[in-house]
């Protein structure tokens, strides 16, 4: 994860800030830590992108549509991974989305569509 994760836009970075302390919060050596913590960020998500689509819709961004395409992907995903957290094997398959792919996602996410939607 990225230390410098600012935009410069107060509300927003706020957000991401609090994504990022729930996200470094898991204890890697608790399986169950890491479902706790992906319900955590999922309902946290689900405001968060709430509060920029808002932002969106405001201010008429012009890429609003792939924007809150991305969101709700990842809120689908999110959602996928703790409804198979039952078995072993999804506990597993959770943790390895919320290591190897939700924290890259975040970054990527940042500095690519959010940086550009509080550009705009
Ligand atoms: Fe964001
Ligand atoms: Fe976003």
């Known amino acids: 994860m990225k ?13 991401h800030s609090e994504f990022l302390e729930i996200y470094n919060s898991v204890d890697l050596l608790d ?7 992906l319900i955590s960020l999922l309902e946290h998500s689900k405001v968060h992108f709430k509060i920029e689509e808002d932002l969106m819709d ?3 961004y012009p890429a ?3 924007h809150k395409d991305e969101h709700q992907k990842v809120l689908a995903e999110m959602e ?4 198979s957290s039952n078995s072993l094997f999804g506990k597993k398959m ?6 190897e792919k939700l924290g890259d996602w975040f970054d990527l ?4 569509m959010d ?6």
């Open 3 to 15: 230390r410098n994760n600012l935009l410069n836009y107060e509300e927003i970075d706020d957000l």
């Open 94 to 99: 959770l943790k390895a989305y919320f290591k």
């Open 58 to 60: 405001k201010y008429n």
């Open 64 to 66: 609003k549509r792939e």
């Open 109 to 112: 996410h940042l500095i690519s």
């Open 115 to 120: 940086s550009d939607l509080t550009a705009y």
């Open 80 to 83: 996928y991974f703790i409804k």
């Open 31 to 37: 399986i169950n830590s890491y479902i706790q913590k």
